[in-house]
């Protein structure tokens, strides 16, 4: 049996606990936060060294298995849900954090190690990693990497991207390739940029070096009201057309508010239409000379009321409505489905009217929780699943807002990833021509293609069942490859 | 489609088929930045078999501003867009690009060079660089056709980050026809501070300082003087000069200097032969003769030729094993060094790439430009 095969060759490299192969170990590897898909992998891997991760590989490159790896499964697009017929490498225990250098300001970690846990190491010296994705108690460095993760604060402070100096990691033939560095600026191609965010499909990360930056003296947001959700957008423009780049700027809608604040208890508006949130940090006098421009402008943009929070309990009370939006769809909903695509901040107000209708066509409810600044969405559609049809239709509607984004300029995945839930919209975003420069990317990476098959790029031939060949220009692109 | 971008189209497919080099062609700022900057004598190939001649392609009439939205913050433009004109139009809207490109004093530099080279200015390690900058990219690839990578919004994790690939390969993965930059508002108030110290103290200082929330936007060390420039709201910015303390430099000096680090027009560039070393900003100063220019905090260090009549590699003699003293110092530092300007040394002017990311390169070209008709030669010898 392949899977005796293949766990027995893998416990010559890894001591026996280290390989999971029985049903009741698998089962809770068979998802990652992205529950609707469940798959159990074949054999479960967790190595505790870097060697023991390059040997995984070689062992799987030898044996044509394909190998998915995993951090924390906090992963909200099933970039880490598991191949039927592969290992899956759970990186969870290499987790160690193997420098912080307060002089430098830079960390080197291993990959396991937990986003939160950083900023928590640096703390003593007055210094943070910038990164925030909402899951940051649990998510891994090396997870964030793979997704380029984003969180509340990167307009001002940027995505993972900006954030990672440096990589070491292992391609499936187990050769070790060290991308960027403490020094700036390598030569050659910036296969970093590259590798970051590309759901595991062209590396695995065994190390990852991060930018520390020093701690803002102080932060404070003000929570603004709206009674038009268009007249919040407007605000949000505002701000930024002034010349502010505020440290945060979410926005909820009516329904989100209602659904958080009785449950933590922030001190929402819920007459409001929506609410935005802005946050201004800096040293002291930076943030009270922000802070009143940003009141003046939400206040001549139509807010309805305004609170600036006074102390840093405050301030924690009033993200916590927004930290917690997404349990709290799970308290007034049985299920929900929560969207990521981006769009122009300008097309805020149509996307929402769209929403809205859609609500009524799906007969779906739906709530609205947004990273305004970036124009990065999410939505989410609250559904049954036993409900006969209720799934169904939450898909469907959601492969409607995204194909929107795209319409009006955006992304279908600002910050979660394909994976394999967005699969399909990818090939609304891109062309048959785009989408084979990608994999002529993976080729180049993984040769025999065995590193997260299946995610993240569909094939022709999945984007030809879709239906949604996208035609630009009036031309069928690549009219002359074959739909394979 | 715009019928300047159908003609290229065609002489890609064209020279694709025939096999035949092709040299993309800006302004011409940065002709030097090249790994074959300076060609091997005739003598190197087969006599018997001159090289095909590369077909010049002129990318400059490809241009102009195809977007600019100041409240989303970005910027579209063609390839050939003259860097002025993007920078003037973001100025009406006090706006700018702050990872700062370099124009080398020429004010004709194109965002598709700009682009195509990534290289950034003093504010690169505060503000960010280049890549870090560009949101989408088109591209028009060997096989003529026009790809889409990224796109206008910040945050986008859709395929692969093919637009930042894309910063700094020096076109040799195909034409970056057009660019999308996230753009920022000019800092409120800008000043510098200056401090009489040596460059050992200035490291220190400057690795110091970055530590503290102070809001640093270029940091760079010449002839004994230690140049630290703050941006950001007023209030921000007194503070941080009033606990630095330092001489505060006028406006107009001020201005003269960050710009001749950043179009490297300082006198340090009229030097015959200019290493570029790019090490960890706590790097120590480095056992080289000269007298160094230091930027970045620390973390870019030119050095010039010892004297101006030196063109024998003075900085850049070699150590036992080969290798220019500048290079050995920067690898064992945990860098890289490139060879700006002289005569190109044993290695090649671009700092040499570990075994296993050159196979990488070699099969990302391979596959990307299967005749190798874009810019051989260019970003990597021999590719």
């Known amino acids: 049996m392949r899977q005796t095969e293949v766990a027995g060759a893998l416990r010559q490299i890894l001591p026996a606990e280290s390989v999971l192969a029985r049903d009741e170990e698998l089962r809770p590897y068979e998802c990652d936060g ?46 880490s849900t598991p191949h039927e017929s592969g290992v899956l490498l759970c990186l969870a225990r290499l987790n160690r954090i193997l420098e912080v250098d307060p002089i430098a300001r830079i960390a080197r970690l291993q990959p396991g190690v937990r986003n939160l846990q950083v900023s928590e190491a640096a703390a003593e010296h007055g210094l943070y990693y910038a990164p925030d994705p909402s899951s940051q108690i649990a998510c891994s460095i090396g997870g964030n990497v793979a997704e380029n993760s984003g969180g509340v604060h990167c307009l001002k402070y940027g995505l993972t991207v900006h ?30 940029a590259l590798v970051i965010g590309s759901e595991g499909l062209l590396l695995v990360v065994t190390e990852v070096i991060v930018k520390l930056i020093p701690r803002p003296q102080l932060a404070r947001v003000v929570m603004a009201s709206f009674s038009d959700v268009r007249h919040a957008g407007e605000a949000v423009a505002a701000i930024i057309a002034n010349g502010i780049i505020p440290a945060g700027l979410e926005m909820m809608d009516r329904k989100a508010t209602a659904a958080v604040e009785p449950f933590v208890k922030a001190g929402y508006d819920l007459e409001a239409e929506a609410i935005l949130l802005a946050e201004a940090d800096g040293t002291p006098e930076e943030v009270s000379e922000q802070i009143a421009e940003i009141e003046a402008v939400m206040r001549k943009a139509g807010a309805t009321s305004l609170v600036c929070s006074s102390s840093e309990a405050e301030r924690l009370r009033f993200w916590s409505g927004r930290k917690n939006a997404f349990p709290a769809a799970g308290r007034i909903s049985p299920d929900y489905y929560c969207m990521d695509g981006t769009i122009p901040r300008k097309n805020l107000g149509p996307m929402l009217a769209a929403i809205e209708a859609m609500e009524e066509r799906y007969s779906l409810r739906c709530m609205n929780v947004f990273h305004a600044g ?24 959601g492969a409607e807002i995204l194909e929107l984004c795209v319409r009006l300029g955006g992304t279908i995945t600002g910050e979660h990833g394909v994976g394999i839930e967005k699969i399909n919209s990818m090939c609304v975003q891109f062309s048959a021509s785009e989408r084979t420069t990608f994999f002529t990317i993976k080729a180049a990476f993984d040769p025999p293609g065995l590193l997260n098959p299946g995610k993240a790029i569909p094939t022709l031939a999945r984007c030809a069942e879709y239906g949604k060949m996208h035609v630009r220009g009036g031309a069928l692109p690549h009219a002359d490859v074959p739909r394979f | 489609m715009d019928t300047s971008l159908a003609e290229l189209r065609e002489r890609v497919i064209a020279a694709h088929e025939s096999r035949r080099p092709v040299r993309l062609q800006g302004a011409g700022t940065k002709d030097f930045y090249a790994a074959d900057a300076e060609p091997p004598a005739q003598s190197v190939r087969a ?25 989303e913050l970005v910027i579209t433009a063609r390839c050939g867009t003259p860097l002025a004109e993007i920078e003037s139009a973001l100025a009406e809207q006090r706006q700018f690009l702050a990872f700062e490109p370099p124009a080398f004093g020429a004010g004709d530099s194109t965002i598709g060079g700009v682009v195509a080279a990534g290289l950034s200015g003093p504010r690169r390690v505060y503000a ?28 986008n994790v859709a395929g692969f980050d093919v637009s930042r690939l894309l ?77 630095l303390g330092g001489e505060r430099v006028d406006p107009q000096s001020a201005l003269q200097w960050w710009n001749a680090l950043r179009h490297c027009t300082h006198p340090v560039f009229n030097s015959t032969t200019l290493w570029r070393l790019s090490v960890p900003d706590t790097t120590p100063p480095l056992d080289l003769p000269g007298q160094p220019l230091i930027d970045w905090g620390g973390a870019l260090r030119w050095y010039p030729a010892a004297s101006d009549d030196d063109t024998n590699h003075a900085a850049g003699a070699l150590d036992s094993t080969g290798t220019p003293r500048p290079r050995a110092l ?27 990311v050159a196979t990488l390169h070699r099969r990302l070209k391979d596959r990307f430009d299967p005749h190798g008709i874009f810019n051989p030669g260019r970003l990597i010898a021999g590719l």
């Open chain 2, 128 to 155: 960010g660089a280049a890549r870090d900058f560009v949101l989408g990219t088109v591209l028009l690839d060997a096989h003529g056709e026009i790809l889409h990578f990224g796109g206008q919004v910040m945050k």
């Open chain 2, 47 to 71: 006599p018997t078999a001159p090289a095909v001649p590369p077909l010049v392609v002129d990318l400059r009439s490809y241009r102009g501003i195809s977007g600019y939205e100041p409240s």
């Open chain 1, 34 to 79: 992205l529950t609707a898909f469940r798959q159990k992998p074949m054999v479960v891997v967790l190595p505790r060294t870097e060697d023991e991760v390059r040997q995984v590989l070689v062992t799987c490159r030898r044996l044509e298995v394909p190998v998915v790896a995993r951090g924390a499964g906090t992963g909200l697009s099933g970039g």
């Open chain 1, 163 to 192: 954030n990672v100096l440096g990589i070491r990691g292992f391609t499936i033939e187990g050769e070790l390739v060290e991308l960027g560095g403490r020094a700036p600026d390598r030569p050659g191609l910036d296969l970093l």
């Open chain 2, 167 to 243: 910063c700094g390969s020096l076109g040799i993965l195909g034409i970056i026809t057009e660019v999308s930059l996230k753009v920022l508002p000019r800092p409120r108030r800008e000043e510098t501070l200056r401090f009489e110290m040596p460059a050992a103290e200035a490291i220190t200082s400057f690795n110091r300082w970055s530590g503290q929330p102070f809001p640093i936007s270029g940091a760079a060390w010449c002839d004994g003087i230690a140049w630290l420039r703050l941006s950001g709201a007023a209030s921000a910015v007194s503070a941080a000069r009033e606990r």
């Open chain 2, 330 to 356: 920067a690898s064992a530092a945990g860098g890289t060094a490139m060879c700006w300007k002289g005569v190109a040394p044993p290695g090649g002017r671009f700092h040499p790439l570990q075994p296993t």
């Open chain 1, 374 to 397: 970036d124009g990065n969405l999410h939505p989410l559609i609250l559904f049954d699943a036993n409900i006969p049809g209720e799934w169904e239709r939450a898909d469907r509607f």
